[in-house]
């Protein structure tokens, strides 16, 4: 287990799986746009390991110029289970009020007295 934790947690890794698994087939031009301030040399690492791993497919079309696309595998479709429980958890996250925010409201609120 803590060789998948290692490579999900990588920086980027897990925009870069969301990204394929929410918009389908990528060309390499379009997933960089997608995952915002990634460099080129980080997207190319990240990509090659995850095919490595089993968790994305290279499909490549030898036109003029050479089009390469990327989606995930079955192997990933295990994973996308967990990202979209995870995407969920955030969006009510992003709903509710902070813990900080909680305590500082319960601090300053009346309080009944007996």
């Known amino acids: 287990?803590?060789?998948?934790?290692?490579?999900?947690?990588?920086?980027?890794?897990?925009?870069?799986?969301?990204n394929l698994s929410h918009n389908?087939?990528?060309?390499?031009?379009v997933l960089r746009r997608q995952v915002e301030g990634i460099s080129a040399r980080v997207?190319?690492?990240?990509?090659?390991t995850l095919e490595e791993q089993g968790f994305i497919f290279r499909h490549y079309q030898p036109t003029i110029p050479p089009a390469v696309?990327?989606?995930?595998?079955?192997?990933?479709?295990d994973i996308e289970k967990?990202?979209?429980?995870?995407?969920?958890?955030?969006?009510?996250?992003?709903?509710?009020p902070a813990l900080s925010q909680r305590k500082?409201?319960?601090a300053t609120a009346p309080h009944a007295r007996n």
Request: cysteine-free; aromatic content about 8%.
């Open 69 to 77: 696309t990327y989606g995930i595998t079955d192997r990933m479709k």
């Open 24 to 29: 389908g087939p990528q060309r390499f031009g």
């Open 82 to 96: 967990i990202l979209r429980q995870l995407e969920a958890l955030a969006r009510k996250w992003h709903t509710e």
């Open 43 to 48: 997207l190319t690492e990240r990509l090659r």
């Open 1 to 18: 287990m803590g060789g998948l934790l290692v490579l999900l947690t990588r920086p980027w890794t897990m925009h870069i799986l969301w």
């Open 104 to 106: 500082e409201t319960a």
